[in-house]
């Protein structure tokens, strides 16, 4: 851990400091008192329909309180990781990259009643990854949490499969929802000091006990979550754990605290005015290092540990340029990608000049020399599997006369690309340039935008899983967000608003799928719209909420293209998720 030129922690890829006075000559407790408190349990909206921080909004509240590190944790993904962690080193402050993960102890039978219930036996932990293997281990977790549950079941993953994840890795004890919480709450101490003994030989010294000090009206009154902290303080200092203070914050400040509330209610469609239903408090905010000391005064040690955890933190995911997968034969046996790249072009373009002949005013020659050239540059540029992978599902797709497109985009200037029958079009006959495709000068990933038959493309890409490997290929998230039109259809009925006028109100929103536009425009464009929220308080409040939630992350799905094949096992380069309506795995980073 060095010292920026700003003052903030930062941490350097690759190296580990597991804490004590060896993080380059840092005294751990003098930094600690002198930083105060670092976040380590923050929700974004990647946790969806759950978390209401987006990651620009988050780096801008971190850097008005010159907070030096911070950790996310969205609720059993790394959706965000990636991007949290570009955005926030950019910044100067240093990523720390966690998952809000479900875990099944196995111990549901221990719970009486409810021992019919398998959930009985889940509860959250708060896992942060130290350095790269510590990463490594929580794109596992995070991967089959959503890959290896049955259909209908929500994700998780057992406590056996955190044993063995577990290097490289913290552990927090969860909080409200963590597995020693629950249990107190639920009069059952024996297990929740069971549960408490298991985690901590599983992390042994990486392992701490999580304090949240909310209020919260509904669920358990505060004399028990008070009491519920004196259990967890008692069994840390009985068995020598360390306390660790969090927030774990949803939402930016307390004015958001009733959008959330609309939120959470759209996630489970409940309605605002129902008693029974799930909610977070208004302290669940991102409280700044001054608030978080004065609320934990009487606990400093559980602040400085919150420091402590980061500095132990020395990795953080980047962006990597692309990992070429190898060509191989049917047989998977490896071939010499150059000379089977060549040999294919020469006797496909001998194929195609047969039987097309050449464009006017050209001969043989000048196609051969256009070849050569083409394939000096693809060689150079060390992209000969990629044609040879492409053309090799494109060939596969014809032989099973399944309709494939003549090929649009750059990559139509491609006289290899032709000669492999990647593109349909003589890029000779219509004096397309090649460098617009491909170009030394600028080094880019080759593209070529290729069209398949819609109700057949499930089949093309069931051959690129058997071809290169089921654990290889993915498909690629999206996520979708609320819009206009939508956010206030959801929010008007969470509010138990009459359905006909949030449906005049929705319609006075422009409908334009190609260029969205915003509540905000759409209100100072449509007077209707004020005088609505003029004249009636419940439409002013519709759309203050609907505001604040719209482009927030709304749900996850599989994009409609996009395909991703890698050259191992691709949970070693990126957690995985599956969408409910799909069996073939994705990747949890988007395009």
Known sequence: MTRGESGHMQEQDGQENSGGNAAGGLDVKAVAKAVGFVHLHVHTSFSLREGALGIAKLIQLAKANNQPALAITDT?????????????????????????????FGDAAAFGSRADDARAGRA??????????????????????????????????PIGQVRHCSAGVIALSGGPSGPANL???????????????????????????????????????????????QLLISHAYRHDVPLVATNEPYFAARSDHDAHDALLCIADGTMIGEQNRRR?????????????????????????????????????????????????????????????????????????????????????????????????????????????IVADFIKWAKQQGIPVGPGRGSGAGSVVAWALTITDLDPLRFGLLF???????????????????????????????????????????????????GVLR???????????????????????????????????????????????????????IAGKLEGLY?????????????????????????DPKSDMPATQFNM
């Open 280 to 388: 977070v408090t208004p302290e669940h905010r991102f409280k700044t290092r001054e608030e978080m000391q004065a609320l934990f005064a009487d606990l400093p040690e559980a602040l400085e540990n919150s420091v402590e955890i980061a500095m132990r933190c020395s990795y953080r995911p980047r962006t990597h340029p692309p990992i070429l997968p190898r060509f191989t034969a049917a047989d998977g046996i490896e071939v010499d990608e150059v000379a089977e790249l060549r040999r294919q072009a020469e006797d496909g373009l001998a194929a195609r000049l047969a039987a097309h002949g050449c464009a006017p005013g050209l001969d043989e020659d000048d196609y051969r020399q256009r070849l050569e050239f083409e394939l000096g540059v693809i060689i150079g540029m060390k992209f000969p599997g990629y044609f040879l």
């Open 124 to 157: 959250s932990l708060v896992l942060i990854a130290t350095n790269r293997d510590g990463y490594a281990n929580l794109m596992d977790l995070t991967s089959r949490a959503w890959l290896d549950p049955g259909a209908g079941d929500l994700p998780h993953v």
């Open 435 to 485: 460098e617009r495709f491909l170009n030394p000068e600028r080094v880019s990933m080759p593209d070529f935008d290729i069209d398949f038959c819609q109700e057949r493309r499930d089949e093309v890409i069931r051959y690129v899983r058997q071809r290169y490997g089921f654990d290889r290929v993915a498909q690629i998230i999206t996520f979708g967000s609320f819009l206009a039109r």
């Open 183 to 229: 249990a107190f709450a639920a009069g059952r101490a024996e297990i929740a000091e069971a549960r408490l003994k298991t985690l901590h030989g599983i992390f042994d010294d990486r392992f701490y006990i999580e304090l949240q000090r909310h209020h919260a009206p509904g669920a358990v009154h505060d004399s028990e979550l008070a009491k519920i902290e």
């Open 76 to 104: 059993n993904n790394l959706f965000g990781a990636l991007e949290f962690s570009e955005k926030m080193a950019k910044e100067g402050i240093q990523p720390i990259v966690g998952v809000h993960l479900n875990v099944d």
């Open 554 to 578: 709304s749900n996850a799905s599989t994009h409609a293209a996009g395909v991703v094949i890698g050259d191992r096992p691709l949970v070693e380069l990126v957690p995985l998720y599956r």
């Open 490 to 544: 959801n929010v008007g009925r969470v509010l138990e608003m009459p359905l006909g006028q949030v449906d005049r109100l929705a319609k006075l929103v422009p409908q334009n799928p190609a260029a969205p536009v915003s509540l905000q425009q759409a209100i100072d464009g449509e007077p209707r719209l004020s005088e609505a929220a003029r004249d009636d308080d419940q439409v002013k409040l519709l759309l203050e």
